[in-house]
């Protein structure tokens, strides 16, 4: 592992944990439509607690540094939410530690375990209308460019532009899992909440990625 | 409604309190993790074994930790589950060389938290597995719940799975044991009211002043159906028959029965049922081996009751017939 390496994974969290507590409001809108409209304060008051500790994190190594950002959104997101992050959190730790560099290929390696990782956990799966439904194919899309040798800032574009476009598509989709699915056919017509903060989060760590 | 309350948000902290100053031998409570351990835990010559759920279902779990049942209780707010970082911090300070068991009643919330904190401490090196109860025949998936819920039954997994760990079994052993015991519980229970949560100050739920809701949960989750009241000989026909169906119990069993009730039901209306209960299985001839009657798992203030029905064969009798020594009940 690398200096650069850590610097880049700090930047995604602290991006993703920035974004999460920026969009408080526009998230629970958002779940609001179909959901409990909790989302929005979960997930600002989890990553509050991420910037909050921020300083105080060990910084060995990226798998380190992960399990922390892990104890510490899972410590203060209630409901379901807590357990889906932390999971996702920990288990992209556990998959940084078989990687010498987080290079692009490792990258996919860790976000292919925490999409794992919340499949396992909430129980849920592609087309149940979760934020698995944006991460996934975005992720998949991540793994192509790297395979077919697109360069780096192509490869990121690709990988938000799939995880928008997927979950703008999740409003075809009918809720399976969490507080939506009491909804049932009435959540068909609005995209996931879950799925379009990802979008989002994916967009804003994307696009000021050269800045970073 | 009138509750002995102060500041709502204090009422987990302020009940834990009093338990702890009314037990300094046997307890110790830990108020940044609302962790209640025995006092002189962990033991590192047994298997720890931890429970945790919402509060509000005293006198579980806080008050039934202790020699010969359980090591720890980590219980959340009332009916919420405790958070993440509770369960972590307690399965690391009850790590035994011997392992950690941590029982969880089957509830999305609950499941979920556990598992993760199972994750995290077993990737810090610690030995702990988890194992859901789900006794409750009245529905399966429900409000909180995917599959059925777990209900006043968890109180023989407790008992036999910690009988088995103070005896010395292995953690592989005292899994094998719960989910024994977990396989042949059944539940089922009743509300004659709502209840009421303390921070909330109304009812949870709106019940008549003449309904009943049969197959309620624990947290006034909808069951089976909303009935009109009837005498409590019919409540009882109504409860025991799906319970004794589900594994079926049948001529020639011998069980444990409980009649537990659900907080604001006097315990002569629960020996009322009780005996009802006792005379309907004998004619079916099952032999009530072992009896509990009285608040087991409690769902805050709601008048109510659940019938339980375990099947003994000597194994599992050994186990609930063995000391132990806990803040409400000496066995």
Known sequence: MTATDLADVEYVVRTL??????????????????????????????????LADWDNFKRDDVATFLQQVAVAISSRI??????????????????????????????????????????????????DKTLLDALVPATDELERQIQSGSDAAEARAAFAKTARECADATSKLEAKRGRASYSGERSIGSPDAGAVAVAIIIERVVSEWPNR | ??????????????????????????????????????????????????????SGHEPAHVMIVGKGMLDAACPGDVFAAPPFDYVYETTKMLASPKGVLLLVNNYTGDKMVFEMAQEMSSADGVNVKTLFINDDVSVEDSTYTIGRRGVAGNFFVIKAVAAAAERGADLDEVIRIGEKVNSVTRTMGVALTACTPPAKGSPLFELGDDEIE????????PGRRRAKMMPANEIVEELLTPVVKDLPFGDGDRVALMVNGLGGT??????????????????????????????????????????????????????????????IRVF
Request: glycine share 12%; charged share 25%; proline share 4%.
């Open chain 1, 78 to 127: 209630g409901g379901t939410s807590g357990p889906l992050w932390g999971t996702a959190f920990l288990r992209a730790s556990m998959t940084a530690k078989s990687h010498d560099t987080i290079d692009g290929a490792a990258a996919v390696a860790m976000l292919r375990a925490a999409t794992d990782g919340i499949k396992a956990r909430g129980n849920a799966d592609l087309g």
């Open chain 1, 17 to 50: 944990a920035q974004t999460a507590v920026d969009q408080e409001k526009e998230f629970g809108d958002l779940d609001a439509v179909v959901g409990d409209g909790d989302l929005g304060y979960s997930l600002a008051r989890g990553f509050e607690k991420v």
């Open chain 2, 1 to 54: 409604m009138k509750k002995f309350v102060n500041d709502p948000q204090q009422f987990v902290p302020e009940m834990l309190e009093g338990l702890a100053l009314a037990n300094p031998d046997t307890l110790k409570y830990v108020p940044e993790y609302n962790l209640i351990m025995r006092a002189d835990g962990p033991d590192e010559n047994k298997v720890s074994i931890v429970q945790g759920s919402g």
């Open chain 2, 266 to 327: 006097p315990i002569s209306e629960l020996y009322l049922l009780y005996g009802q209960a006792h005379k309907r299985l004998a004619e079916q001839g099952i032999t009530v081996g072992r009896s509990y009657v009285g608040e087991y798992c409690t769902s805050l203030d709601m008048a109510g009751a659940s019938i339980t029905l375990v099947k003994l064969d000597d194994e599992i009798e050994g186990l609930l017939n063995d000391p132990a020594e806990i803040p």
């Open chain 2, 214 to 221: 049969m197959g309620v949960g624990i947290h006034g989750e």
